[in-house]
């Protein structure tokens, strides 16, 4: 069985959305363990992190940056980081905003940094850009 994390913040419940899609595909395979968890619980749970195979993170851009809540859970995390416990899981992440710019893209560095610095694999899509 291979446990797959979600890990997010929504402050309107817009970000929310893209995480229960995830956690529907992920359910929709066998063997897959998918959970749900925002960033208060998250930072509640640090020791259940250890166990999952992949975290994927999702926030909303606000300002051009990530949201000071998944920024809270990251700055949570650094015992983790001191200890390697997330080396080698597969990472990945989404971000929303109100345009369609939104300086989003500094926000999806920022979590490639953090996974990055944990010694997490990152894994995106593979999907090409567009316009639509």
Same mark, same amino acid.
């Given at each position: 069985?291979?446990?797959?994390?979600?890990?997010? =913040?929504?402050?309107? &419940?817009?970000?929310?959305? *893209?995480?229960?899609?995830?956690?529907? &595909?992920?359910?929709?395979?066998?063997?897959?363990?998918?959970?749900?968890?925002?960033?208060? $619980?998250?930072? *509640?749970?640090?020791? $259940?992190?250890?166990?999952?195979?992949?975290?994927?993170?999702?926030?909303?851009?606000? /300002?051009? +940056?990530?949201?000071?809540?998944?920024? !809270?859970? /990251?700055?949570?995390?650094?015992?983790?980081?001191?200890?390697?416990?997330?080396?080698? !899981?597969?990472?990945?992440?989404?971000?929303?905003?109100?345009?369609?710019? &939104?300086? !989003?893209?500094?926000?999806? *560095?920022?979590?490639?940094?953090?996974?990055? *610095? =944990?010694? /997490?694999?990152?894994?995106?899509?593979?999907?090409?850009?567009?316009? +639509?």
């Amino acid at each position: 069985m291979s446990k797959r994390i979600v890990i997010y =913040h929504s402050t309107y &419940g817009h970000t929310k959305s *893209q995480p229960e899609a995830v956690d529907r &595909g992920a359910d929709s395979v066998d063997g897959v363990d998918a959970e749900l968890m925002n960033t208060a $619980e998250a930072i *509640q749970k640090l020791d $259940e992190l250890d166990n999952a195979d992949a975290i994927i993170f999702g926030t909303a851009t606000y /300002m051009g +940056n990530i949201a000071a809540e998944m920024k !809270k859970f /990251m700055e949570a995390s650094v015992g983790k980081w001191f200890e390697a416990a997330w080396k080698d !899981k597969i990472a990945g992440a989404f971000t929303t905003s109100s345009s369609f710019s &939104g300086d !989003k893209l500094n926000t999806l *560095q920022g979590l490639v940094i953090f996974a990055m *610095q =944990h010694g /997490m694999i990152w894994v995106g899509t593979g999907m090409s850009p567009s316009a +639509n």
